[in-house]
């Protein structure tokens, strides 16, 4: 079987991905990070969706991005927004997937996979520029320059299968592949046991996901 690695953060989308990766036949490598997050449920939440779908290589990377801060993500001095925002919301984290990818890539080139899935998203899209295709397009052909694989002829392709899907659409695809979506956290402040808030960006985008899926909503709320 070719390995893929995907990327997993324990919401919604990532495990989707996961589902589509092993439908298409890949052996999952699963790599999560620790990265100075609000809360480590999404974590727990990744690892329940990794044992779910048989995932036997899941790793967890653990850096600070709390060091840089600038989001509300990795900075407690910074609100999570409950109201919707114009532009680049606080919840950005700078250069995030670009620094993700890239252990990713790292991640490929020891265990020979030549693929890698993330679960970017630009019709949902919450402003963050890391999420376009234009970005996506760029750091493939980075990989294929900076990497050995690349440039001995094992060409490294980057996964987006939920890139042009709306919430519904990815929540639909989900359950066809037997995701079982209360597992996962979505949430940007969820608490220790995983309940969500309820009134974030993420809990709003998911909350409206499900209505638009006609499926009842499986997420745990505070």
Do not use: W
Not at 85 to 113: C, D, H, K, M, W
Not at 139 to 166: D, Q, W, Y
């Amino acid at each position: 079987m070719k390995k893929a690695v995907i990327l997993l953060s324990g919401g919604l989308d990532s495990a989707t991905c996961v589902a589509i990766a092993k439908s298409q036949g890949f052996d999952v490598v699963a790599l999560s990070f620790d990265y100075g997050q609000r809360h480590n449920a999404e974590l727990a939440a990744a690892q329940r969706v990794a044992a779910a779908f048989g995932v036997k290589d899941h790793r967890v990377l653990r850096l600070d991005l709390g060091t840089i801060g600038g989001s509300a993500l990795t900075d407690t001095s910074i609100a999570v927004p409950t109201e919707e925002s114009t532009g680049i919301p606080v919840t950005y984290v700078p250069a995030r997937n670009t620094v993700f990818l890239s252990f990713a890539l790292g991640l490929a080139e020891v265990v020979q996979a030549d693929d890698i899935f993330i679960g970017v998203n630009a019709v949902d899209y919450s402003g963050y520029p890391d999420c376009r295709p234009e970005f996506i397009a760029a750091f493939e052909s980075v990989a294929n320059l900076a990497t050995k694989a690349g440039v001995e002829g094992h060409r490294m392709h980057i996964h987006t299968p939920l890139i042009a899907l709306t919430k519904a659409e990815i929540i639909q695809t989900g359950i066809k592949l037997g995701v079982d979506y209360g597992l996962t956290v979505s949430c940007y402040q969820a608490d220790m046991d995983g309940r969500a808030c309820g009134v974030c960006d993420s809990c709003r985008l998911r909350r409206k996901g499900f209505a638009d899926a006609g499926l009842a909503d499986p997420t745990r709320y505070q």
